[in-house]
C-alpha cells in the first residue's frame, strides 16, 4: 500500500501534475522505489512519528511525480544529462543521444536517491549499517 494518498497529495504536499485517478498507481510504484532504497525500516515505531512519516509521504508524493515525468517523457533522461559539449562562439550544443539502457536506469536510481535523501536525510532511515 502507497505512503501517501490523493489527499495528502494535494492538500499537504500541495501536489498538482498527478492526476486522482493516476496517483494510486504512481504512489504504488513510488513506494516499491522507496522500499527498495532503504529496505524495511519503516515500521510501526516510523510510522508513530508523525514528522517522519509525514516525510516519508513527501518523498513518495515527489518520487510519483518523477515516475510521472519519466512517463511523459517516454522514459528519457534530462536533456541536461545529454549534453556532450557546449560551444559558446555562436552557440552549439551537442546532445550524446546513445546513452545505454543501464546508464538510463543508473540516473533514475540516482534521481530516485535524490528526490529520497531530500525528505528523509534527517532520519535514520538512509542509514544502512548495522544497527
Same mark, same amino acid.
Given at each position: &500500500?502507497?505512503?501517501?494518498?490523493?489527499?495528502?497529495?494535494?492538500?499537504?504536499?500541495?501536489?498538482?501534475?498527478?492526476?486522482?485517478?493516476?496517483?494510486?498507481?504512481?504512489?504504488?510504484?513510488?513506494?516499491?522505489?522507496?522500499?527498495?532504497?532503504?529496505?524495511?525500516?519503516?515500521?510501526?515505531?516510523?510510522?508513530?512519528?508523525?514528522?517522519?512519516?509525514?516525510?516519508?509521504?513527501?518523498?513518495?508524493?515527489?518520487?510519483?511525480?518523477?515516475?510521472?515525468?519519466?512517463?511523459?517523457?517516454?522514459?528519457?533522461?534530462?536533456?541536461?544529462?545529454?549534453?556532450?559539449?557546449?560551444?559558446?562562439?555562436?552557440?552549439?550544443?551537442?546532445?550524446?543521444?546513445?546513452?545505454?539502457?543501464?546508464?538510463?536506469?543508473?540516473?533514475?536510481?540516482?534521481?530516485?536517491?535524490?528526490?529520497?535523501?531530500?525528505?528523509?536525510?534527517?532520519?535514520?532511515?538512509?542509514? &544502512?549499517?548495522?544497527?
Amino acid at each position: &500500500m502507497a505512503y501517501a494518498d490523493y489527499t495528502f497529495y494535494t492538500t499537504v504536499y500541495l501536489g498538482n501534475v498527478i492526476s486522482q485517478n493516476d496517483f494510486p498507481r504512481l504512489a504504488e510504484r513510488a513506494t516499491e522505489v522507496i522500499n527498495a532504497i532503504i529496505g524495511d525500516k519503516i515500521t510501526d515505531d516510523v510510522i508513530a512519528d508523525s514528522d517522519v512519516y509525514t516525510n516519508i509521504k513527501k518523498a513518495n508524493c515527489a518520487l510519483a511525480e518523477q515516475i510521472y515525468y519519466d512517463n511523459v517523457s517516454g522514459g528519457s533522461v534530462s536533456t541536461a544529462n545529454n549534453i556532450s559539449s557546449i560551444k559558446a562562439g555562436e552557440e552549439t550544443i551537442s546532445y550524446n543521444t546513445n546513452k545505454s539502457a543501464f546508464s538510463v536506469q543508473q540516473d533514475k536510481y540516482q534521481t530516485a536517491l535524490n528526490i529520497i535523501s531530500t525528505y528523509l536525510a534527517n532520519t535514520n532511515l538512509l542509514y &544502512m549499517g548495522i544497527d
